[in-house]
């Protein structure tokens, strides 16, 4: 039996926002990603190459007044296309995990593709939040964009900054770890059979 595509669009507008996302699960990481917001272009190229999923992105929104509500719709989007896109979750890995470096910062995550909505998030260094990275995205908004996935995707992801210093590769490594946890949870395992859950549903 083949698979149904795993692939989803997601258009979602607000008075602060307009994104049109599409998503494929089973890509190759080739993304066009046009968030106005260029440092989350670039978290966001990351995410794609490293969980092999294809991603674009087109957003306009209202970021003469901060980024914030653009890169936190583009969060829930994103994990409104994932739990599209997992459709039934028939034959998935389930869990992942990834310990990922950029120099000096060393990112651990874990994803379960639960149903359960949660994330612990913990290890950025004091002051991380306040720090305008490229002079705009500023680095709370690293933990908003993860619980705007896992909320909206029902993920349940730990992301544990082990060290770090420079707030740009802090950043990119998390969403790498991200990423590359993602992409073992997402995987087709054929030695799975139906859904991966003794309660047969996830
Ligand atoms: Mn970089």
Known sequence: MSQPQRIARIQRETSESRIDLTLNLDGTGVSDIQSTVPF????????????LVDLTVRAQGDIEIDVHHT???????????IKQALGTKEGISRFGDALVPL???????????SGRPYLVHTGEPAGFEFHLIGGHFTGSMVRHV???IAFNAALTVHVT????????HIAEAEFKAFARAFRQAKSLDPLVSGIPSTKGAL
Do not use: N
């Open 103 to 113: 120099d000096e910062a060393l990112v651990q995550a874990v994803v379960d593709i």
């Open 161 to 168: 900054v082990v060290g770090g210093r420079d707030p740009h």
């Open 40 to 51: 989350y272009d670039h978290l966001l190229t990351a995410f794609a190459k490293h969980a």
């Open 71 to 81: 890169v936190e719709d583009i969060g829930i989007a994103l994990g409104q296309a």
């Open 146 to 148: 993860f619980e705007a």
